[in-house]
């Protein structure tokens, strides 16, 4: 299957910094990619539609000017925890949908200790 | 999007086949039925899916009632590795985002 890749895949900081998470599709081009978080024993929640060349669609109650997304290319998409805070402290998973087989794929993922 | 409804947890002999359910009786003729498993501490992970016909492929098969009400999903010789929370997603192709409810925790015992 197509390979959606995450980096970093496990981050500490701060209260008060800032962390930025990277999701790239690797073998194919990606107009449209998601970005989920999970909190434990949870199942994943969707945080915001990420579109390539415009401005992110964000789902209820998640914070646009805190979480950051910017999609400037068609294989990747960053996510940005402005003045993280310890209940920001998550599993935050990115996706890619593959146009040719209309299947999303998912990175790895990233847990986010904020301190 | 249609809701699924999956049994929390199953339990399943390493070696035999697990046969994992999904209800979906509020489907509509447009949408698929999506299967993902997610390992531990990991991203999911995409399985099969199919929209009215049965479907196999390397990891596993799926089979869709004719009334497209309910599905299976088999793992034919389940491994320990197979040990993760299976998720039954409907969804319109094309359309954004998939829902992601509380799935059907495996756990293949040796």
């Known amino acids: 299957g197509a390979v959606v890749s995450q980096h970093p895949s496990w981050v500490i900081c701060k209260s008060g910094t800032s962390v930025k998470i990277e999701c790239r599709s690797l073998?194919?081009?990606?107009?449209?990619m998601f970005w989920y978080r999970q909190f434990p024993k949870q199942s994943l929640m969707l945080m915001a539609t990420?579109?390539?060349?415009?401005?992110?669609?964000?789902e209820q109650g998640v914070e646009k000017d805190k979480f950051l997304i910017n999609h400037a290319s068609l294989t990747l998409s960053t996510l940005t925890v402005t003045s993280a805070h310890p209940e920001d402290s998550s599993f935050y998973i990115c996706?890619?949908?593959?146009?040719?087989?209309?299947?999303?794929?998912f990175g790895a993922g990233t847990r986010l200790s904020v301190l | 999007d249609a809701k699924t409804t999956q049994p929390p947890s199953m339990d399943c002999a390493e070696g035999r086949a697990a046969n994992l359910p999904c209800n979906h009786s509020?489907?509509?003729?447009?949408?698929?039925v999506y299967w993902y498993r997610q390992i531990h501490s990991q991203g999911p992970q995409y399985i099969i899916h199919?929209?009215?016909n049965n479907e196999t492929n390397e990891m596993a098969s799926l089979i869709i009632t004719e009334d497209r009400k309910s599905s299976t999903l088999i793992l034919p010789h389940a491994t320990l590795r197979d040990t993760a929370v299976y998720y039954c997603?409907?969804?319109?192709?094309?359309?954004?985002?998939?829902?992601f409810g509380t799935g059907t925790r495996l756990t293949v015992i040796p």
């Open positions: 996706s890619a949908r593959s146009g040719r087989a209309n299947i999303q794929y």
């Open positions: 073998d194919f081009q990606a107009t449209t």
């Open positions: 990420s579109n390539e060349g415009s401005k992110a669609t964000y």
């Open positions: 509020t489907i509509s003729g447009n949408e698929y």
């Open positions: 199919g929209l009215k």
């Open positions: 997603i409907v969804r319109v192709t094309g359309a954004n985002n998939l829902f």
